[in-house]
């Protein structure tokens, strides 16, 4: 095979094609089909290794806070203290279970796309028709297509009738796209090689052959396979934050630790007690509980967004979306509901408009006035009985000069047949129509069928009673408008005339500038009794009944998802395979792109550098005629400019740019297998709103997290001061490596999952997108730890002290020890807010974080007041003066940052 010429099989004759692949119109033989099936291999897509559950449990374990326990547990082993160790141990297993459990659902794009393949073909083999597992299609053998087929590979057409194919979840193209014979021009991009058909394509109308030149991974899905292959998940900015803060905690924990064993060693103490101290000081320095509590807080999240229509596939995504500064949107099926639906009529010489969506019959029909016109489904015989002569006469030609037929599967309407022809009888169900009773009243006597060439369809019916007939015709204005020589004007026939054709053409023009194709309607009464129907009966002569204006329109809701996007900072960008004109016609519609704009077209792409891509994307925000290679082209000018990127999608053609995006977002409902399992969120509702909602949600779990850190953080840094400032003034040690312990996953936990559930404060849209550099300890965070954690260390020692002048080392201990599980229990409440007062945002807004002090107050109860705490522990029990002095010391630290926040000594800082 010529391979110069095998990438353009759509711009070579057809007999160049055959003799290059060494075959005829009557296909292979069969002996030569097994050759070339050895030769070729399978025409099926690469299989590719996914993660199994061994692997995906070990990768929960990658991560440097993972590390650190890890190596804390060894140290706690190591100094013989297996109590500590063994909870530590069990805070990594949780950890793990929890992560492995969310990411059960394994990577299955490459599975979906081999779903997706066609499981037979009709193939010609010597001639004779067979039928062969799709696997055994090799190149060279002549496809027999008909209607319903699913295409088994890539192939040039050889011959065909009226043969149209559903191209949109590969190309975006939402209409059915007519395939006819013939070469094109090689720069043709993909979605417009009428003379090509594509693997896993569905033939929605006529029949075809076609000869195969590409199978398996060679063919347009299986590049689209291989991009997928090739992409690789980049770790979420959340994982870049962690990780950055594990090193960051790590090196610190690591580096005070062994500050504090030299100084004790200077101080004269001996090697193994500072070696016992040292391990405290790392064990107070490493917040043990935070990867289990980020795992918890995330797990919950997930489970509310999946109350608001959004399935999260991999956990760690849930907070990419609140950090997400550009989303990148299909157009056909995200923004759209990818149904066409007539807009607006022209009939009689009047503009009608219709409201309600997509193949829905719910809706009316309105006149000039904003008045629904026409009567009840069903009324009089399946037609209504109050409707302009004109606007009746269209309707009527729009059910009866069609075959397509809506139903309804579950609570979608459907379309089976042409999405056009539906949504014509949507149109008129909405008037009153109902199409299935009306075509079992009106006969079908003929059918001219709709031909590319011809571009109109005609039927023959009955005209009343008698022996008359009459034929209906529908297609392109300008070839319906040339048969006519009448014109249906309020009630009677007018000869259409210069300027009432220029009226009918101003019309069709405008409907056409709204991105809508315009469809003619037209009829012919024909007095003989000939049941057969002819084209010259029909390309003149005609009176013309109206035109109707339809497109694939915008969700109801898209425009106010896509104004509550910019308004929290996110740039929508619309990419899509459709037409430039109808990509930014509806861009325009839902915000994203302004007046005196145009679409960036697929091939002006290819003459694009990244940073001008970038660019584009920023300042026009559509582009159209698109391929797969061009939406990750695109994505990647984006990332490389530092942008968090979200790419939302339904097809097969948005897999690889859906894996390779930050955060991927497919859609639940009209969305492909292969879309949903590349993709790191599914849209149950496939509604573009749902994303916002989502972006809404990300940002309050990343608060919530940030909340958590901090409440770890002071709580870790006030232990590492007291445990320091004991040793530089000479004290005996005021907690032990246990206590610590308790107090960083006992007490802190009974703490944290509630602050991780916190409510949003305020309108979190209204804030800018977080830099993505953004380090998960900002200023004011640590301006608030350097003002409050000190309060927290002096108060634990001067209490440790003043209980040492009381008793002995164990009093004073368990003195310190509820001391500083006290201070946790008053720093959660200022962990609610760095700004408000828990007043203003309500005392018990956050009715799980009071239960959960409740918890942790029981629980040091037990520690201290029962044998088996004490034995833990080394405690002893406290009178309740004991506990009045230490709760009275402990709210200190509630008390100062109350005032702080009231007299805004931390300054307005970014929150």
């Known amino acids: 095979m010529d391979e110069a010429k095998a990438h353009h099989w759509h711009a070579i004759e057809i007999e160049e094609a055959l003799r290059l692949l060494e075959s005829s119109e009557d296909g292979l033989g069969e002996e030569e089909a097994g050759r070339r099936l050895e030769r070729t291999g399978p025409n099926a897509l690469a299989a590719e290794e996914g993660a199994g559950p061994l692997r995906m449990l070990l990768r929960q374990f990658h991560n440097p806070l993972i590390y650190l326990l890890g190596g804390a547990a060894a140290l706690s082993l190591f100094v013989d203290h297996p109590v500590d160790a063994g909870v530590i141990a069990g805070v990594i297993v949780l950890n793990a279970i929890l992560g492995f459990v969310q990411e059960w659902r394994a990577e299955g794009a490459l599975a979906a796309l081999r779903g997706m393949a066609a499981p037979h073909a009709r193939v010609l083999r010597g001639g004779t028709p067979v039928t062969i597992d799709a696997a055994e299609v090799v190149p060279g053998d002549v496809l027999i297509l008909e209607t319903g087929d699913r295409v ?25 796209v007519a395939k006819e014979p013939g070469e094109l021009d090689e720069d043709t991009p993909m979605a417009d090689r009428r003379g090509m058909v594509w693997m896993s394509t569905n033939v929605t109308g006529g029949r075809g052959s076609a000869v195969v030149v590409e199978t398996g991974m060679r063919t347009e899905m299986g590049r689209i396979a291989g991009d997928v292959r090739s992409v690789e998940r980049e770790a979420t900015p959340l994982q870049k934050r962690m990780h950055r803060l594990g090193i960051f905690l790590g090196i610190g924990g690591m580096g005070l630790a062994a500050v504090v064993f030299v100084l004790g060693l200077v101080r004269g103490y001996e090697a193994v007690e500072m070696l016992m101290f040292s391990v405290a000081v790392a064990v107070s320095a490493i917040p043990e509980g935070l990867p289990a509590v980020i795992s918890v807080t995330l797990a919950l999240g997930v489970r509310r967004m999946a109350g608001r229509g959004a399935i999260i596939r991999r956990m760690s995504a849930v907070e990419t979306l609140g950090s997400t500064l550009v989303i990148c949107t299909d157009k056909t099926g995200t923004l759209t509901r990818n149904q066409m639906t ?3 009529i022209w009939a009689g010489g009047r503009i009608f408009e219709t409201t309600g969506e997509g193949y829905d019959p719910a809706g009316e029909v309105r006149g000039e006035d904003g008045e629904p016109v026409g009567g009840s489904r069903g009324e009089g015989g399946g037609r209504p009985g109050r409707l302009p002569e004109a606007l009746d006469r269209l309707l009527t030609i729009g059910v009866l000069c069609g075959n397509a037929r809506l139903g309804r599967e579950e609570k979608e309407w459907r379309v089976e047949g042409n999405p056009s022809e539906g949504a014509l009888l949507a149109a008129a169900a909405k008037a009153g129509f109902d199409a299935e009773r009306v075509r079992g009243e009106v006969a079908r006597l003929a059918e001219i069928p709709f031909s590319s060439e011809a571009k109109y369809m005609a039927t023959l019916h009955p005209d009343g009673g008698g022996e008359g007939r009459i034929a209906y015709v529908k297609g392109a204005p300008e070839r319906v408008l040339n048969f006519c020589t009448h014109v249906l004007v309020d009630g009677r026939r007018e000869e259409l005339g210069g300027g009432l054709r220029e009226r009918i053409l101003a019309a069709g023009e405008e409907f056409a500038s709204g991105a809508m194709r315009v469809i003619a309607g037209a009829f012919r009464e024909m007095p003989g009794g000939s049941d057969s129907l002819e084209r010259s009966d029909v390309e003149g002569g005609l009176t013309l009944a109206g035109l109707w204006g339809m497109i694939d329109p915008p969700r109801e809701e898209s425009r106010k998802a896509v104004e509550d996007a910019i308004r929290a900072g996110l740039r929508p960008v619309m990419i899509t395979g459709d037409h430039a004109t109808t990509a930014m016609a509806i861009a325009r519609q839902v915000g994203i792109a302004g007046e005196g704009k145009e679409a960036v077209t697929g091939s002006e792409i290819d003459g694009m550098d990244g940073p001008a891509l970038a660019k584009a994307a920023l300042e026009i925000g559509v582009f159209a005629r698109v391929t797969p290679a061009h939406k990750l082209r695109i994505l990647q000018a984006l990332k490389e400019r530092g942008h968090i990127v979200a790419m939302t999608g339904d097809g097969v053609n948005d897999a690889p740019a859906l894996k390779g995006a930050d955060i991927g977002v497919a859609m639940g409902i009209a969305g492909t297998e292969v879309a949903k399992e590349a993709a790191d969120m599914v849209l149950t509702d496939d509604n573009f709103a749902t994303i916002v909602h989502a972006v809404e949600e990300g940002r309050g779990i990343y608060n919530n997290l940030r909340r958590v850190v901090y ?23 005021p907690l032990t490596a246990v206590m610590i312990l308790w107090i960083n996953l006992v007490t802190d936990g009974a703490c944290t999952v509630p602050l991780g559930v916190e409510p949003r404060h305020g309108d979190v849209l209204a804030r800018p997108p977080r ?34 002048g009381r008793g002995d080392l164990a009093y004073a201990r368990t003195w310190a020890f509820t001391a500083m599980a006290a201070f946790q229990w008053f720093q959660a409440f200022n962990a609610r807010s760095d700004r408000q007062s828990v007043f203003s945002i309500g005392l018990f807004g956050n009715r799980w974080l ?52 009231a007299t805004g000594a931390y300054g307005k800082l970014p929150a």
Do not use: C
């Open 711 to 733: 409440f770890l953080l002071a709580t870790n840094l006030g232990e590492v001061i007291t445990l320091a400032a004991a040793l530089v003034v000479g004290m005996d040690l």
């Open 771 to 804: 830099a993505p550099g953004e380090f998960i300890i900002d200023r004011r965070m640590m301006i608030r730890m350097a003002a409050l954690t000190p309060l927290m260390a002096a108060g634990t020692l001067l209490l440790f002290r003043y209980a040492q």
């Open 850 to 901: 009071l239960a959960g002090i409740g918890a942790a107050v029981v629980l040091q109860i037990f520690a201290i007041h029962t044998p088996v705490g004490r034995m833990l522990f080394g405690t002893m029990a406290l009178s309740w003066i004991d506990w009045l002095l230490i709760l009275a010391a402990s709210s200190s630290i509630w008390i100062v940052d109350e005032i702080l926040k």
């Open 342 to 344: 007539v807009r607006r």
């Open 152 to 176: 088994a590979a890539d192939a040039r057409l050889l011959g065909g009738e009226e043969m149209r194919v559903d191209e949109s979840a590969l190309t975006g193209e939402s209409e059915p």
